[in-house]
């Protein structure tokens, strides 16, 4: 049996599959067995409660699906007193995704989060709904740094900077987020989109645009974790599209070191742990004794464009 | 684990007129031991050339056994999902998972319910018609359809004894100052020890103008169907409270008295 | 029958159907009557010849594909003298795509396509496969302005700029393009993704990353043409994902002005022409005169939020 | 037009060995009459649980006629699309545009022609066999196969009298130099009007170091298989010049003879 253990930091996950935050809750206990997963990771809280968007909050799309929740949260009190206990016998170490308006309030929020039962912290500094049309820290190198320096002064649990893929150029707020302290990126948040309804002329999302994710992203999201992986030394978590083993193998050989499932859970609850028995499978079938081997190991010819070049010489 | 996915086999798939389809299933586990009605299960629509449904569809379970393997359904086919589920044949596979939800509350010591149905409604409730024929609880439905050939009483009580009151568009009984003064008599008349509803908003909130205690089942869009995504929140008055309801895992039945209205979108 | 007649600036276009350039060209000819288009806009020329990328150059994803073409091309001479006279007898307006390394090799092109038959150019400063990870001229403000600016100044044709998706606000790009006299924006490219394959670890393109396409991509497009509608005055031409008339509509609810096709006549080579036909039926179907109602028609409710806002004061 | 979409109806679907499926399609145009050996169609595989195929897939004819309206394929279920082409039932529909490419030349006027065909190959150039044997053109064929059991021999000729040689890798015998020796001697002992090969890079090669006129049918990754994409090139020598050519439109067949190296990927 392959050893399925990757390292995030000093946190050891005995298997590279975690949950995307905001795809899971407790309520999947009744789907799969949370001890098996690599980690846990939760819908992001944010300081204050909010009751989130306006009501239809998902609609599907082409291979993918487009969801404006918009961070209903009744506080982080409330996580810690009635949502954080729910996970106190599940081995799977318990990371927690926070929201916030500001990065002070980011910085704030560490601080209530570094309790005990609470193995990392996500920073969700890229939601798409949160400010008119989706702008977020993530977007900006500079409200990147500030956020996770904000972070990382308030507390000595791990950060985990979650970016968004609504950017020019990811590996430049991959370096940033490096360079303020971030111990791993997770790649990525979803994509800002939208839907309309031909019959009735009206959005699909009550709240007009939304976030894409499913298979449709993971040409996206693999390239950027790909871009992010050759950008940073801190480890990549890859996150969007993934339904199979076979495409987190994909995320992993792109440079990936974990994976998050989200949407894919919606279409089985019991997904994560298919992929993860599909990736023992993968390992066995491909005589791969150490998952961590597959991270970045994506095969590049790098003669190919030279020999092409060559040819081009001799053609007409 | 108590939700599951399954490859069930379809047993039969008929339409029962011009909209509306059954199907009957056999799934690889003792599903019907396991549901109550008003549950419902998250079907996976099959991709056709045209079609291609990427989330689950929610559907009530239309008839529970009676072997333990066997699951009915009732559908509306109504868009892109339905409309590829729809083209599945005899021998066909469709996976789908649950059951999900919380279902009607009953009791076999009742001596008499009340059904308000309209649409898909019929379908959601049809599981409490075996149930209460089975106990020898006494049941009145009150039926409300487009026109007599949408009704589908035969397809709901399936054969139950029932006391039934039907309502037309067509005909303009089932406007909401006839319904009314409809279940007034009705209730003059009878005792009810539950009453239920589904399908219809205006039907529920006339009932919960009438002040009639029970139980509405709702819809919402789904994502995850388990409670976890929060897409399906619906408004509830709870202890002079408004309070936001998952109708996945809180529903989809709710108390009749605490449906709030809800911001309706455009 | 319904009026689909649109106006692209001065061009009076029959109908707002036409193909989307790299995914056309006249062999197509055999499987549709050119003439019934909104327009023929041809694959991208550079000034000078090139071979293009390595293959394999396309692969299939979830709901699209990607390509990696990388724009092989015999020059601007070849073109006006072997390809353009093809459509001479063709009664919709040739729109010459052009792409080129510099803004001035850009201006100078233009000025090369400044001849009898072409009706207006299209400016490809968005092609993701030219430089290495994808960086183009459209994706920075400055250069996109710097670009059309020199491609303005050598032509009175129109010039429609079509920019890439690949960037954090495309409306601040949208709005370089119109200020420096843009007379179109096509929104958009291809978004820059790669796919591995899990079983020999290689990229699935030889050219390791290159753009994806089709449905998969459509509603992140819709957003960045609602974007830009709302952005610029000039008008927008939608293109991304779609393979339906409804599609097409959707496009046009969101603000543009005509749209242009590409992965969809993959599967099916008459796509533009059951599109033209599948629109004229959903004008018919809901009582639309004029298709130019539709433009940027998309039934936003103002008051949702407010009334959801007022919701969550009531709620607890 | 000449290039159109056809909703075709499955006749067939059988297994022709462990690797291999034969189909059998009612298309709703004469396309029999408008398609020549060598060309190709581009198939939608129908899209499944598992699998979503989002391109078309080409497949040669491997069979033409004798109605119009009939079209055969023999297809090797090896990805994600041919396994799901493989589900499909009799009955069921297969959407597919075509015909497509330039197919082999052929005159009835000719002698004997020399095919030599491993694995898919065989399905390409099967069509000129039963012209050939209506015409009276004699045939000679070398198969090349991993093993008996994978030959397809009766497959290729379906009854039509030809010379045959079988070459296995089981045995040995399809090694390049033993059959560079196999092909000297049938080259000694016969002439022939025509040579076409399909379905080997190696032997192709082979025949072109051994300066063999004639045909060979090309594959390469497609997404318009109309030349308009210019996905599908290859390499070619032509008048001492390197060129690159559309397989899909230029192609599929070319003659043997300008045939180039590739670029291997990776
Ligand atoms: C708990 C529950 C039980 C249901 N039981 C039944 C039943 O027994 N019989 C029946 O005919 N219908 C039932 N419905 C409604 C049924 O789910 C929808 O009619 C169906 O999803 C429509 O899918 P479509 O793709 O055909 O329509 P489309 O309009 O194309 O659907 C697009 C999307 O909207 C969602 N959607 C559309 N209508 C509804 C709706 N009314 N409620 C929730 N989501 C919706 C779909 O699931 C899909 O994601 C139930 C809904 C819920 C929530
Ligand atoms: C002109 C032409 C005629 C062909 N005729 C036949 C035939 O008669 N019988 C037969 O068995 N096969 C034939 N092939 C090969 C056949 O197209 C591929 O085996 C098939 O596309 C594989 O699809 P897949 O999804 O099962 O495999 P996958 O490997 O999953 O395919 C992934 C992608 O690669 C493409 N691809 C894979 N292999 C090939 C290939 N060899 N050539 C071109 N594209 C490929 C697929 O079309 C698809 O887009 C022909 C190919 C061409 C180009
Ligand atoms: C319904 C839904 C809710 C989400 N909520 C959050 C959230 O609260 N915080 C967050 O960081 N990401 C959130 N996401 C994004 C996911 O964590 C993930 O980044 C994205 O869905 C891409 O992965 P996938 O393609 O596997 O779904 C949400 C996604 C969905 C679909
Ligand atoms: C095979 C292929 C080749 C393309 N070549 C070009 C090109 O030469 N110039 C260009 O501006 N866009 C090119 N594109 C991008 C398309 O014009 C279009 O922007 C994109 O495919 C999105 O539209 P679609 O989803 O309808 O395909 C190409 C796309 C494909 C798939
Ligand atoms: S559908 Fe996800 S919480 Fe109800
Ligand atoms: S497949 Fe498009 S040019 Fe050949």
Chains 1, 3 share one sequence.
Request: aromatic share 6%; glycine share 8%; charged share 20%.
């Amino acid at each position: 049996m392959a050893d399925l253990r990757v390292n995030i930091g000093t946190l050891i996950l005995k298997n590279p599959v975690m949950p995307a935050s905001g795809c899971f809750a407790y309520e999947y206990e009744q789907a799969l067995d949370l001890s098996r997963l690599g980690a846990l990771v939760t819908k992001s809280v944010t300081p204050k409660s909010r009751i989130g968007n306006p009501v239809p909050r998902v609609c599907e799309t082409p291979a993918g699906m487009l969801n404006s929740i918009g961070l209903p949260s009744h506080g982080q009190r409330y996580f810690l007193e009635e949502i954080a206990p729910h996970y106190s016998a599940v081995s799977a170490p318990l990371v927690a995704s926070v929201s916030a308006d500001t990065a002070e309030e980011f910085g704030m929020a560490c601080e209530v989060f570094s309790a005990p039962g609470i193995a990392a912290i996500e920073a969700n500094i890229s939601c798409p709904n949160l400010e008119a049309d989706g702008r977020a820290f993530a977007m900006s190198a500079t409200d990147t740094h500030a956020a996770l320096h904000a972070m990382k002064k308030r507390t000595r649990l791990p950060i985990w900077a979650k970016l968004t893929p609504n950017v020019t150029d990811i590996a430049e707020i991959a370096r940033a987020a490096e360079d303020a302290g971030a111990d791993a990126l997770v790649v990525a948040n979803t994509f800002l989109a939208m839907a309309i309804d031909p019959e009735t002329r009206k959005p699909r999302l009550g709240n007009v645009m939304g976030g894409l994710s499913g298979p449709a992203v993971r040409p996206l999201i693999v390239r950027m974790v790909f871009q992010c992986h050759r950008a940073v030394k801190i480890p990549v978590i890859g996150c969007g599209g993934i339904v199979t083993a076979e495409d987190a193998v994909e995320h992993l050989l792109a440079g990936a070191t974990a994976v998050q499932v989200g949407t894919a859970s919606f279409l089985d609850p019991a997904a994560m742990v298919r992929i993860i028995e599909g990736l023992e499978a993968y390992c066995g079938r491909h005589g791969v004794a150490r998952i961590a081997e597959l991270i970045g190991a994506v095969s590049i010819d790098p003669g190919i464009t030279d020999r092409w070049l060559r040819l081009a010489q001799q053609s007409g | 684990m108590k939700v599951e996915s399954h490859s069930c086999e379809v047993l039969q798939h008929d339409w029962v007129n011009a909209r509306y389809k059954y199907l009957r299933l056999r799934c690889p586990a003792p599903l019907a031991r396991a549901t109550v009605a008003g549950q419902f299960f998250q079907l996976a629509c099959p991709h056709g050339e045209t079609e291609q449904p990427f989330l689950r569809r929610p559907m009530s379970v239309y008839g529970i056994g009676p072997q333990d393997e066997r699951i009915e359904f009732l559908y509306h086919v109504k868009g892109v999902g339905t409309r590829a589920l729809e083209r599945l044949r005899p021998g066909g596979t469709l996976e789908m998972f649950g059951p999900l939800g919380r279902g009607f509350r009953f009791s076999p010591q009742w001596q008499r319910i009340l059904l308000v149905a309209r649409g898909v409604g019929l379908a959601t409730m049809a599981p409490l018609v075996p149930l209460a024929a089975r106990a020898g609880v006494g049941i009145t439905a009150l039926l409300s359809a487009r026109a007599p050939s949408d009704l589908m009483q035969e397809e709901f009580l399936r054969g139950a004894p029932a006391q039934v009151h039907a309502v037309y568009d067509s005909d303009g009984s089932s406007a909401v100052d006839r319904v009314e003064a409809l279940l007034r008599d009705v209730l003059l008349r009878q005792r009810f020890d539950m009453v239920y509803t589904c399908g219809s908003n205006r039907l529920l909130f006339l009932m919960q103008k009438m002040q009639m205690r029970g139980e509405a089942a709702l819809e919402q869009q789904m994502a995850c169907a388990m409670g976890v995504c929060l897409s399906c929140v619906r408004l509830f008055n709870e202890g002079g409270e408004k309070v936001f309801r998952r109708v996945c895992c809180e529903g989809p039945v709710f108390p009749i008295a605490t449906v709030s209205g809800e911001v309706q979108f455009g």
